[in-house]
């Protein structure tokens, strides 16, 4: 039962972007887009898949992500990107379900 129900990964990543464009609110709060030099991140997400058990599933998993963003001012942390990230799934499951009308 167990053998064929719990499935594990590991997944390292990296980008590099270079001219990327970032929307960011001016002194009046208005956004207004504003140029990167360099973009790029790197990292690692890692998590566990079990079931299916009759009717349900579920999904849990954690993503860690070191993303820098330079421009000619500021060299910092990327905006708009987490350093941690967890999610977790547990959908139910209907192999028998009928299309709705």
């Given at each position: 039962?167990w053998?064929?129900?719990?499935?594990?990964?590991?997944?390292?990543?990296?980008w590099?972007?270079?001219?990327?464009?970032q929307?960011?609110?001016?002194?009046?709060?208005?956004y207004?887009?504003?140029?990167?030099?360099r973009?790029?991140?790197?990292?690692?997400?890692?998590?566990?898949?079990i079931?299916?058990?009759?009717?349900?599933?579920?999904?849990?998993?954690?993503?860690?992500?070191?993303a820098?963003?330079?421009?000619?001012?500021?060299?910092?942390?990327?905006?708009?990107?987490?350093?941690?990230?967890?999610?977790?799934?547990?959908?139910?499951?209907?192999?028998?379900?009928?299309?709705?009308?």
């Open positions: 039962m053998d064929r129900s719990i499935f594990g990964f590991f997944t390292y990543f990296q590099h972007v270079n001219g990327k464009i929307w960011q609110p001016d002194e009046n709060c208005r207004r887009p504003v140029n990167l030099d973009f790029g991140g790197k990292g690692w997400e890692t998590g566990l898949k079931g299916p058990y009759g009717d349900a599933a579920f999904s849990l998993s954690c993503t860690h992500t070191d820098k963003e330079e421009n000619a001012f500021v060299s910092r942390r990327a905006t708009y990107t987490p350093e941690h990230q967890f999610k977790g799934r547990s959908p139910i499951l209907q192999a028998s379900a009928s299309p709705p009308r």
